[in-house]
């Protein structure tokens, strides 16, 4: 037989095997991880092209398939093929699918919706001119009790009333305010007994204003907010609400603004969150990174089975997002920051605890040989050969997942974890976007001063 004849044969074999299962002619010919590469890759493409059911993506599958056959072929000639080629169609094909998924249509956008958005978010609220507050309120009571108090109140020569003086939700009150400055704007606000501020002009969704007369006295309507009774734990047990009456005047300068303040609050909410969620993480991820270190707890079958329990906790809080775990803690605990602590604490607890398990186990195995070989027990070993080799680095993961938490101290609150985010929820839900621009100059703010400085404290530390 020819050596041209004996060539032909190798080269059929491949073709043919790769025909019939894509990537076996490259496992005959000893390229075995090609070849089960290949075979993957092209279950995975076709298992996506089954799914999605759209005959045009079938067109990749096929590709790949015949560029397996030729890439057998060239491979028993001598010759590989660049796998380029059909990562490119895989790339390609699962882009479409997904666009398609997606249903991404830039024609569904409205320029003009985006305008009205935007336009107000160039004048972020921080500050406002210098003002001068006059208030007073008045309780009532919701739902009435048999015999409800009078609903009035003076102070200082003001006079609030109330008629009737309680009502059920969506009762129509008649409220009258005098003792106030005279022709002048007042805007009136009802909060519930736990002071949350409810709307009560057209739908519940505007301010209501009025004006008072030239000797400082109004009187108008409102319904009471269908709102109003969230907070309460029994709906049908009477409780004290208020009714405020705010007016405003100009005095000269600059102050905050409501919306200002309320920002700067959050703020600071949200990185007192994460600086006490990580402060409390650490204190629970040191010791537990010790037994999640694979060279410290593979000395005999129980701590190594001790290594395993504490790893697999790791691998299971950190595979669940802090969202979750937020609203997890909202129930048991309420809203507020409280809640997203702990949900930060939780997840950073497993975070750091295996990066400071591997810094554990990637130290220089020398110091720990010299003190064993001096007798030292587990714990010596640890305090004498250990931790001056993982400090630095302690404190660097320390800083840098500190720096997570405050980013992610702030999507926790759209689901009632406090700080920053809850505020910016409110926001949202009222369309004041000029403060939600406000809340995002203040994120951005406190994320970058932030990295920044951690950034310079891991510089010292390396």
């Known amino acids: 037989m020819s050596n041209e004849t004996a060539n032909r044969r190798p080269v059929g074999r491949s073709g043919i095997a790769s025909a019939l299962i894509p990537g ?24 996506t092209v089954v799914w999605y059911k759209d005959p045009l993506w079938y067109a990749a599958p096929i590709l790949i398939w015949l560029w397996n056959i030729w890439d057998a072929v060239s491979l028993a000639g001598g010759k590989a093929r660049s796998i380029l080629l059909p990562v490119v169609i895989g790339l390609a094909a699962a882009y479409g699918i997904g666009w398609q998924v997606v249903g991404i249509d830039f024609g569904n956008a409205d320029l003009n919706r985006a305008a009205a958005i935007l336009r107000p978010m160039a004048h972020p609220d921080f500050v406002q001119p210098r003002q001068e507050h006059n208030a007073m309120w008045v309780n009532i009571q919701v739902p009435c009790s048999p015999e409800p108090p009078l609903a009035r109140r003076e102070d200082a020569g003001k006079v609030a009333t109330v008629l009737p003086d309680c009502g059920p939700v969506g009762e129509t009150l ?15 606000v009802w909060r519930t007994p736990i002071g949350d501020p409810k709307m009560v002009g057209e739908g519940e969704a505007q301010m209501l204003v009025a004006t008072t007369d030239g000797t400082g006295s109004l009187t108008t309507t409102l319904r009471v907010p269908t709102t109003a009774l969230v907070a309460a734990p029994d709906p049908t047990l009477p409780q004290f609400h208020r009714v405020y009456f ?15 303040n309320e920002v700067l609050k959050g703020a600071l909410a949200t990185v007192s969150m994460a600086l006490l969620a990580t402060g409390l ?57 409280f ?27 020398g110091p720990i ?16 050969a250990v931790i001056p080799q993982i400090v630095p680095p302690f404190t660097a993961f320390t800083i840098y997942r500190w720096d997570i938490n405050v980013r992610s101290a702030t999507i926790i609150g759209f689901v009632g974890g406090g700080g920053i985010g809850f505020l910016l929820v409110e926001l949202l839900r009222v369309n004041d976007m000029r403060g939600v621009s406000a809340a995002f100059i203040a994120i951005a703010v406190v994320v970058i001063v932030l990295d920044y400085f951690s950034a310079k404290l891991r510089e010292r530390l390396v």
């Open 24 to 47: 076996l002619g490259q496992v005959l010919l000893g390229e075995r991880y090609r070849g089960v590469g290949i075979l993957l890759g092209f279950l995975v493409m076709l298992g």
């Open 174 to 188: 008649i409220v009258n305010i005098s003792g106030m400055w005279p022709n002048t704007e007042t805007e009136i």
């Open 246 to 260: 705010d007016q405003y005047r100009a005095i000269g300068g600059i102050e905050l603004s409501y919306v200002g």
């Open 369 to 384: 040989e010299a003190v064993r070989a001096t007798g030292a027990n587990w714990l010596q070993t640890v305090r004498y």
């Open 281 to 337: 993480a650490m204190i629970f991820a040191i010791p537990l990174s010790f037994l999640a270190a694979h060279n410290l707890m593979s000395g005999n079958p129980i701590t190594y089975a001790i290594y395993v329990a504490v790893r697999t906790l790791f691998n299971i809080l950190r595979s669940i997002e802090s969202l979750i775990i937020a609203i997890v803690f909202v129930v048991i605990v309420g809203l507020g920051p």
């Open 339 to 365: 809640a997203g602590m702990l949900a930060l604490a939780v997840h950073s607890v497993a975070a750091l605890g295996k990066l400071y398990s591997e810094v554990i186990e990637g130290i220089d195995e």
